[in-house]
């Protein structure tokens, strides 16, 4: 049973435009969600994360927001550039479980994001 | 070192054969995780460490899986008796403040 989804394995988007990833998650203890980006034979690079007590967090052009009524996200890239193609990982935690300490994430299957000149 | 590295990047086994894999955190982060990537999927939880404490190791597949973290720098994961479906890239990443998680390159495993 998977608890973060992507549904999209794959996106298009012209140079330019607005990117936009979806991912969903089914664990309400779910409280805190990254982004990562990962090109081919590297590790996950970080991107953007927010709480759940945000509904919106800004860094440059990547904005994540977060729907946590509707336990949806979506990270937006504005304007796409050629180096944002990469595969992007949505990723969640349960941060402040009660059990205290870090938390393993628990990641989707990834959006393979191609942006095309 | 600037980032999280692992060795050795890429490791070719006989099934049967016992592997280990190395990671050297981020200087200064203390807490510590593996996990292992299949084709086409994403990074699945193996274990953490806090400092030299093996905290959780609910994701660890078998017995045939071990990790260590001595001396709360360097953690080594160990594959005994490998088996091809343990071919994957696995994946050590490094915390400080226990959110944002920053990933070495991986070792990509090959069971023959």
């Known amino acids: 049973d998977q608890q973060v989804k992507q549904n999209s394995p794959s996106l298009s988007v012209q140079e330019g435009r607005i990117s936009i990833l979806n991912c969903d998650y089914t664990?309400?203890?779910?409280?805190?969600f990254l982004w990562y980006k990962k090109y081919p034979a590297e590790g996950p690079t970080f991107l953007i994360s927010?709480?759940?007590?945000?509904d919106k967090n800004e860094d440059g052009r990547f904005t994540v927001f977060l729907n946590k009524s509707a336990k949806h996200l979506s990270l937006h890239i504005v304007p796409s550039q050629p180096g944002d193609s990469a595969v992007y990982f949505c990723?969640?935690?349960?941060?402040?479980?009660?059990?205290?300490?870090?938390?393993?994430?628990?990641f989707g299957k990834g959006t393979h994001l191609i942006i095309q000149p | 070192g600037a980032g999280v590295s692992q060795s050795p990047r890429y490791k070719v086994a006989k099934r049967g054969q016992d592997v280990a894999l190395r990671c050297d955190p981020i200087?200064?982060?203390?807490?510590l995780f593996w996990y292992q990537q299949a084709l086409g999927q994403g990074p699945e939880f193996l274990t953490y460490?806090?400092?030299?404490?093996?905290?959780?190791k609910s994701g660890l597949p078998s017995d045939r899986f071990f990790a260590e973290r001595p001396e709360g720098s360097v953690s080594t994961l160990k594959i005994q008796r490998t088996q091809q479906e343990d071919s994957a890239v696995y994946l050590c990443?490094?915390?400080?403040?226990?959110?944002?998680?920053?990933f070495g390159p991986g070792t990509r495993l090959t069971v023959l």
């Open positions: 927010i709480s759940s007590i945000k």
């Open positions: 990443a490094s915390s400080f403040t226990a959110d944002t998680q920053y």
């Open positions: 664990n309400s203890m779910f409280d805190y």
């Open positions: 460490f806090q400092n030299e404490a093996q905290l959780d």
């Open positions: 200087s200064g982060h203390v807490s």
């Open positions: 990723a969640a935690s349960a941060f402040s479980d009660p059990g205290g300490g870090a938390d393993g994430l628990t």
